[in-house]
């Protein structure tokens, strides 16, 4: 079992910045690929980035791409994003996953929800124009 817990929101105002944080607890997840997802009011779940086991490889959704960043710290068991000229329709519950079955690796299946076996509880993220 791993169980992730998100950190990191609040609210903020357009043009800010903000660091998430997911620690990880119950197992190393130094070999997993991670991902974050965010669901808006009334949206579905969908992908924002992903990182491979190393934080060697990174994807992107594209209206996030040169403003958010993921990375991870495997000695911390912590993966991070952070989010960089936020607007309004950055605003959303931002959720950790771990795919525990992609052998660290991230890849074009990386993006769907149902590739990743274990999520936070997810932390809100506000920005106001």
């Known amino acids: 079992q791993v169980q992730l817990v998100e950190s990191g929101g609040g609210l903020v105002q357009a043009g800010d910045s903000v660091r998430l944080s997911c620690a990880a607890s119950g197992r190393t997840i130094s070999t997993f690929a991670m991902g974050w997802f965010r669901q808006a009011p009334g949206k579905e779940r969908e992908f924002v980035a992903a990182?491979?086991?190393?934080?060697?490889?990174?994807d992107y959704e594209d209206s996030v791409k040169g403003r958010f960043t993921i990375s991870r710290d495997n000695a911390k068991n912590t993966v991070y994003l952070q989010m960089n000229s936020l607007q309004p329709e950055d605003t959303a519950v931002y959720y950790c996953?771990?795919?525990?079955?992609?052998?660290?690796?991230?890849?074009?299946?990386?993006?769907?929800?149902?590739?990743?076996?274990?999520w936070g509880q997810g932390t809100q993220v506000t920005v106001s124009s």
């Open positions: 990182v491979d086991a190393s934080g060697g490889s990174t």
């Open positions: 996953a771990a795919d525990v079955t992609s052998d660290g690796e991230i890849n074009w299946y990386s993006g769907y929800a149902t590739k990743y076996d274990y």
